[in-house]
């Protein structure tokens, strides 16, 4: 079990741009989960999923935002279009099953948009 | 958006001291739980308390948690300056979709 890992952990790029992070959760946890925090503010729940299925999204992601979990392992990102509004720290947690309400965080990807 | 609120804001206290955080929250939960972050990092869970229990305790930890008045306190004993670090209450969605919806957090400086 070597924890939640998170790629990459930071990403600088140009208002405009497309970016993709990746998260690869802890690997018998089913659920996995996508944050975004900004500054000084605690975590805002983005998505979830439950093995490849994407159940629930929040009003925050917006048509530039998308999220995969082929497989029911790994997981991607997507912001597309960036703006700088975007720039945050995107955390991912995982969770077993049955229901484990205790999350394991990565070390979360910090996004600047310029 | 954000649950509820977390006081103080920032906490700063020597060696030694104990140190009270306390979370506030709006809707009914099945848990609670408190998350430590250390400067640009990821959470690490610290301790969950169920809505019936009333309090807990994990090493240096003591949680206690009000539902009547939808509060919780994070108390750590005899801080050390390794304790410096914000830290967060969450609660579950009432959805039973395991997101958790976090306080602002309270940012704690232990000086050595």
């Known amino acids: 079990d070597t924890g939640v890992s998170q790629d990459p952990r930071h990403k600088i790029t140009k208002r405009g741009q497309n970016v993709t992070f990746r998260c690869d959760p802890i690997?018998?946890?089913?659920?996995l989960y996508w944050y975004r925090q900004t500054l000084g503010q605690g975590p805002e729940f983005l998505t979830y999923?439950?093995?490849?299925?994407?159940?629930?999204k929040s009003r925050l992601l917006s048509d530039r935002f998308s999220a995969e979990r082929p497989k029911g392992s790994f997981s991607t990102l997507e912001i597309q279009r960036t703006e700088q509004g975007d720039s945050a720290m995107y955390l991912c947690?995982?969770?077993?099953?049955?229901?484990?309400?205790?999350?394991?965080f990565g070390p979360g990807t910090r996004l600047t948009v310029t | 958006s954000q649950q509820g609120e977390e006081d103080p804001q920032a906490l700063s206290i020597q060696e030694g001291e104990n140190a009270t955080m306390n979370c506030s929250y709006k809707?009914?939960?099945?848990?609670l739980q408190w998350y430590r972050q250390n400067s640009g990092r990821g959470l690490v869970h610290l301790i969950l308390?169920?809505?019936?229990?009333r309090e807990k305790h994990s090493g240096r930890l003591r949680v206690t948690l009000d539902t009547s008045k939808k509060s919780s306190s994070l108390l750590i004993t005899a801080s050390r300056a390794a304790d410096t670090a914000s830290y967060f209450c969450?609660?579950?969605?009432?959805?039973?979709?395991?997101?958790?919806?976090f306080g602002q957090g309270t940012t704690l400086q232990v000086k050595p």
């Open positions: 999923f439950q093995n490849e299925a994407q159940l629930e």
């Open positions: 947690a995982s969770s077993g099953t049955p229901i484990s309400y205790e999350q394991y």
């Open positions: 308390i169920r809505s019936n229990e």
């Open positions: 690997s018998e946890h089913n659920r």
């Open positions: 969450a609660t579950d969605d009432p959805s039973n979709t395991g997101k958790l919806i």
């Open positions: 809707t009914s939960i099945n848990n």
